[in-house]
């Protein structure tokens, strides 16, 4: 873990509340200072994070900015702690791609599926999301962009891995936003007349046997349109949380 991502977990679990900068720079062995230069890098990169003299720093209550360690932290409360720390080694959050799911590829030509299996790969905008059949997916800030390998030969018996996948979202968005959500027949989930979420899945295939070597799933949800449109709001970190904890059982 990077020290800004060291802060934003003790200010994650701590939220609403200050943190010493003393106790900082004491649970992570650096000085005031590096705390401090670590604190103004993430206001700057848009962390509601407040600054008080003898008090300390604290994290708004209404921050909802995704990142990887309010991630994990949702899913500790889910998850068994083995369970957790085996998915958050293969969690990866950017700030911005092109497309989680081309850079879901990039991961699984770079390394074998044997020790990707489950790898996550999520980003706060995409600048070229895509849809089905080629469209564009505008994944503007406000939503999540995430993608999952999966190796077939790890997955209990289901018929369609889109339609596992798409029945997976829509429980966790009725849960999370109290809403009844429909789905098209490429798994596109709608509120009403509004697309709130798109998912695509991409299969890697031996072009000779036609064998599924892995599935790439890409999942794009419309967080702050959902949020107004439910009138009901749901942190980033913990729909992404228990996404992942329903993927950890497929």
Partial sequence: MTTKEKIIEALEEAKGEYVSGEKLAEDFKLSRNAIWKAVNELKKAGYPIES????GYMLAESSDILSKAGIIL???????PKTSDELSEKLYVYESLDSTNTQAKRELFFGGM?????TMIVAKTQSSGRGHRGSRFDSPDGGIYFSIILDPAKL???ESVSQAVADMVTDVLKNLYEVKITRKKDSSLYLGTEKIC???TEAISDLETGVYSGFIVGIGIRADLLQTLSGRKASKNLVLASLIARFAEL
């Fill in 52 to 55: 008080v003299k003898n008090k």
């Fill in 198 to 200: 798109g998912i695509l």
């Fill in 156 to 158: 209990r018996a289901c």
């Fill in 114 to 118: 044997e020790l990707i299996h489950k």
């Fill in 74 to 80: 949702c899913l500790k409360e889910m998850v068994r």
